[in-house]
């Protein structure tokens, strides 16, 4: 059944959802911040390390100027004492000749140049310098400058690199210390509120896990959040109040189609019976006045419930090719014309036919035109009119009208559910299983086409439909 593989299907997707989408988004949700978590953490290194490094060169930078504007006017030997002077960025300061013999230097013992020697007025900023092979290393500022008394000298002023790298190391290991701390947190929180904002997905499974299709007039709660949850749960239900209605009109569909199969086997095997019971065999006669007529009217029955089940489990196939659709009225008038004495009284059968080309199935076509056709002579009293109409070539109308009873405008609404029989329309012996009509529905709904359900002018009803006109490529 269809309903039941439906249920069966949402049942099973419900519990992939509330199950697995809580770990997979708790795990994402975990990774993509760990993921930036690393990549804030690196920036925040280089960051700190760009901003200490800028500082220490600035000072640096500084001292190494306000120096050699002393030293170019005053000599080595007139050097403030005070632009000696160490703080929190400069750790040492060196003034050295060409050949490295150093003038002034702050740290104690035998040194060496913190860098080669450069021009006067050029300023370079070297790495990992250190005065003595024991000593610490230095990031040092060179500047070059002349003096009256020395003459071409460089300026080397150095921060220590030890503290540099210790501040570096601290907020790298802050890092490491607090980003696991925020990725656990943030993987528990995301585990618990993706939980709460599952608890209605979970409320609408357990739901659904009730529903059974036996029994499909339970609904899933509808959330109050206005969100995509609730839009699923009112989907969700119109998605139940359809398999209803399609698993109601099953169940009509069965029951109509055990009835009206009922009739006709009821009639065949009571003859049989009778035959047997009598002990003779079945004359032509009855074969051929009652017994064939059944059995056809059962074929047919049998056809056309097997299209319409068709028609609803993927739509009525198609074999689409040029028609000329005027002659397919033409036919079906001939056919009208031939079996007109089978009604009650005369009827007068008119047309208008258009030579029109359309793109559709010839054999559903012509059978769509004879239901409407068989239809009319069932209502009809003295005239039946086959029209056709078209719409500046685009669509092109056939409908067939009868001076019956006409369809009151409730019955309108109905006329094309399956097993439907007006109770005005089935006085006569001709009448069928009230399936024409359903038919004709499908076929025209399956060409893109609609149906025209009317009353006629002057009284009866007036029954057809309206197709594309197709450009046969």
């Excluded at 000749?97 to 020697?117: E, M, N, W």
């Excluded at 359809?242 to 009922?262: C, I, K, P």
């Excluded at 019976?273 to 079945?282: H, N, Q, V």
């Excluded at 064939?292 to 074929?299: G, T, V």
Aim: hydrophobic share 45%.
């Amino acid at each position: 059944m269809i309903s039941s593989t439906r249920v069966t299907r949402i049942r099973a997707r419900l519990r992939r959802l509330t199950g697995p989408v809580r770990n997979r988004l708790t795990v994402l949700a975990t990774v993509l911040v760990l993921l930036a978590l690393l990549v804030a953490g690196g920036v925040m290194v280089l960051v700190a390390r760009n901003l200490l490094y800028g500082t220490a060169d600035s000072a640096a930078s500084a001292r190494a100027h306000e120096i050699a504007s002393m030293v170019q006017t005053e000599g080595v030997g007139g050097i403030d004492k005070a632009t000696l002077n160490l703080n929190q960025y400069i750790d040492i300061v060196q003034i050295y000749q060409r050949d490295g013999a150093p003038l002034i230097s702050t740290f104690h013992g035998t040194t060496r140049p913190l860098g080669p020697f450069v021009s006067p007025g050029t300023e370079q900023v070297i790495d990992d310098t250190a005065p003595a092979p024991d000593a610490p290393e230095f990031r040092t500022t060179l500047l070059g400058a002349v003096t009256p008394d020395h003459g071409p000298v460089t300026i080397a002023v150095g921060t220590s690199e030890g503290p540099l790298h210790w501040l570096l190391a601290v907020v790298a290991l802050l890092c490491g210390l607090m980003f696991p701390i925020i990725v656990v947190l943030i993987g528990v929180l995301t585990y618990y509120f993706v939980g709460r904002s599952l608890e209605p997905v979970e409320a609408i499974r357990r739901r659904v896990d009730e529903i059974s299709v036996g029994d499909l007039h339970q609904r899933v709660p509808v959330p109050a959040t206005r969100d995509e949850i609730a839009t699923l749960a009112v989907t969700m239900n119109q998605m139940l109040d359809r398999l209803q209605e399609a698993r109601a009109r099953e169940l009509r569909f069965v029951g109509d189609a055990s009835h009206e199969l009922n009739s006709p086997l009821t009639t065949l095997v009571g003859l049989f019976d009778l035959a047997e019971m009598r002990g003779e065999g079945i004359d032509r006669e009855t074969a051929r006045e009652v017994m064939a007529p059944e059995a056809r009217r059962l074929q047919y029955m049998v056809a056309d419930m097997l299209l319409l089940a068709r028609a609803d489990e993927s739509g009525i196939p198609l074999r689409l090719g040029p028609v000329d659709l005027d002659d397919v009225v033409e036919s079906e008038i001939r056919r009208l014309t031939a079996v007109r004495e089978l009604a009650v009284g005369e009827l007068t059968i008119s047309a208008t036919v258009l030579p029109i080309q359309v793109t559709g199935d010839e054999e559903k076509l012509s059978r769509a035109v004879r239901n409407l056709a068989d239809n009319a002579i069932r209502h009809a009293r003295s005239r039946i009119a086959i029209e056709m109409v078209a719409d500046d070539d685009t669509t092109v109308t056939v409908t067939v009208v009868d001076d019956g009873p006409g369809v009151s405008d409730e019955d309108k609404e109905r006329i094309l559910d399956r097993f439907v029989r007006l109770d005005s329309a089935r006085t006569r012996t001709f009448g069928g299983a009230g399936l024409g009509l359903a038919i004709v529905s499908e076929i025209v709904r399956a060409h893109g086409g609609e149906m025209i359900i009317d009353d006629a002018p002057g009284g009866g009803a007036r029954i057809g439909f309206t197709l594309p006109q197709r450009p046969v490529q």
